[in-house]
Each structure stands twice: as C-alpha cells, then as structure tokens.
C-alpha cells in the first residue's frame, strides 16, 4: 500500500520566494496533519485537518505560512515570502480517525533549505 | 504547558537490551507512541500503548506504562545494528488534537 506522499523531497530556494509543499495522505484516511522539524525545536505540529476542515492551525508561525487542503487527497503547505529560519523538515501525516484515537503515518518529509 | 522529556544519547552494544526512557506531563492521553527515524526518512510508528495498560510487548519490544510517575520507556532486546536511529515518544495534547514528541533519543548501536 502507498503510504503518505510528499512532494519534493528537496527543496531549496532564495528568500523571498515563494514555497510550496505537497502531501498525498494515505487512502481512506480522514486525519492529516503538518509538522516542522528543526535541530533546535524538535518535531511541532504546524495544522491538523479533520475531513477537509483545519481543525488546529495555532501552530502555523505566521502569516506567511498557509495550508490548504482542497479535497481528501491533497494538501498544501505554503510559505510566502520564505525566509532562512524556515529551513527545515516539513513532514505530513495522515490517520484513519482522530488525532486522539489512530496513530499517525508520516511521509518521508520536504527538506526545505532557505538561502 | 505540555511537555515530553527524553534524554538524547544512548549507546549499546550489538546483543545487550536498550532502554529509552521518557516522561510526560500530559496525563489525558488515550495513547502513547513511540516513533522511529531513520536518517533522511520519516517518523515510522512503531508500538504504542493503551493508557490503560501497564505493558505492551511486541517481538522484541517491551513498552512499561508507570501512570502515576508519567513515565513511558521503550525495551528493545537483542539489539541489532539496524535498530540504529531516533526514537520518539508522543503524547496527544490536551486539546486532542495533536501528538507532542520529545526531542528524541539517539540509539547508537555497536558490533
């Protein structure tokens, strides 16, 4: 079975441009969820959507950073303007139910370097 | 505020058991998981645990539950060389909405 899909593997960019990153969740689920990793602060949930809707997005940094996630599908993660501190690991994760209820599958993650 | 504690290094040798230890201050939580990372790979679940049990072993993996002191460890016996990684523990928030990872533990494995 295709776990979790995440587009590109690499990505770097100048600062000022534009990002964006692309998830596949695992079919059937309903759950997906956004993450950063970084040396310093570890793993942190950036949005989690629940059937489409975003259901916590108090993680999202700022406004430079939006999620969108248009059908059961697809989600994006995108960054505008980007700046160097938003260099790390953007990992996607999907579960079949709640955050509280299924464990969460990741994909392999977005290594995203701002230069 | 929420918070998972792991400490960062451990270093075994090949055939002797691991023990990687974390502590919680969530007590909420329906689930906790441990997650493995490989390098330049995702976070892959590994076990997890009801909150209900005190123990859960799966082949090689034992996980303990002490509730009342918060605390979770991990026992991986017979260690192999490709058990080298980071392991993660994860609590749900209060919220329910999210996991919250420690920072990790690196396994460093020797033949």
């Known amino acids: 079975d295709a776990g979790v899909i995440q587009s590109p593997r690499h990505e770097v960019t100048e600062m000022g441009q534009e990002v964006t990153l692309r998830c596949k969740p695992i079919?059937?689920?309903?759950?997906l969820f956004w993450y950063r990793q970084t040396m310093m602060r570890g793993l942190e949930l950036l949005i989690y959507?629940?059937?489409?809707?975003?259901?916590?997005d108090s993680g999202m940094p700022e406004d430079r950073f939006s999620a969108k996630m248009p059908n059961a599908s697809f989600s994006t993660l995108k960054i505008q303007p980007s700046e160097p501190r938003d260099s790390a690991v953007y990992f996607c994760?999907?579960?079949?139910?709640?955050?509280?209820?299924?464990?969460?599958?990741f994909g392999d993650g977005t290594r995203l370097s701002i230069l | 505020g929420e918070d998972v504690e792991q400490s960062l290094f451990l270093s075994v040798r090949e055939g002797d058991s691991s023990v990687i230890n974390c502590t919680y201050t969530?007590?909420?939580?329906?689930?906790l998981y441990w997650y493995k990372q490989e390098p330049g790979a995702g976070l892959q679940l590994l076990t997890y645990i009801f909150s209900n049990m005190d123990m859960k072993q799966d082949q090689r993996l034992t996980v303990l539950l002490n509730k009342k002191d918060k605390h979770l460890s991990l026992r991986i016996a017979d260690t192999q060389t490709g058990d080298s990684a980071i392991y993660f523990c994860?609590?749900?928030?209060?919220?329910?909405?999210?996991?919250?990872f420690g920072k990790g533990t690196t396994l460093s494995v020797s033949s």
């Open positions: 994760a999907s579960s079949s139910g709640t955050a509280s209820n299924q464990p969460q599958h």
């Open positions: 959507f629940n059937n489409n809707v975003p259901i916590d």
């Open positions: 079919s059937g689920h309903n759950s």
């Open positions: 994860a609590d749900l928030n209060q919220a329910g909405t999210a996991l919250i």
């Open positions: 969530d007590s909420s939580s329906t689930y």
